[in-house]
C-alpha cells in the first residue's frame, strides 16, 4: 500500500539521517552537495549491490556507503512483491549535506 511504502521511506531516511556522518573536512572546506547511492533489496529482504550513482566526492560518498553498510547489518527489508511474489527492488537514495550558517 501507499502508505506502507511512505512509512518505509520515512523510516529509511530518519535512519540515514541520524546515522551518517559529515566529515569533518568536507565541513571545514565548506563542502555541500547531494550524493547518491544506488541499492537492491533482494527477495529475501536482504540489502545487495550498493553504490554511488551521484557523487560529491571529499570523503561524502563513502559517509552515505558507510550508512548504506549499516543499513545492511540494521534488519532485514520487505521485499516488493509482484503477482503476490517477492521481488528485487532498486532504490535511489538522495543524501543531502548542508552546512547552516
Known amino acids: 500500500s501507499t502508505a506502507q511504502i511512505d512509512c518505509s521511506k520515512e523510516k529509511l531516511l530518519n535512519f540515514v ?13 565548506g563542502i555541500e552537495g547531494t550524493v547518491v547511492a544506488r541499492f537492491t533489496v533482494d527477495q529475501n529482504g536482504a540489502i545487495i549491490h550498493p553504490e554511488i550513482v551521484r557523487s560529491v566526492g571529499h570523503g561524502l ?10 543499513l545492511m547489518l540494521a534488519e532485514k527489508w520487505t521485499p516488493g512483491k509482484q503477482n ?9 537514495l538522495p543524501v543531502r549535506f ?4
Open 61 to 70: 560518498d563513502e559517509a552515505v556507503l558507510d550508512v548504506v553498510n549499516e
Open 17 to 29: 539521517y541520524e546515522n551518517v556522518k559529515y566529515p569533518k573536512a568536507a565541513q571545514k572546506e
Open 98 to 101: 548542508h552546512l547552516q550558517n
Open 84 to 92: 503476490a511474489r517477492p521481488v528485487r527492488v532498486r532504490f535511489n
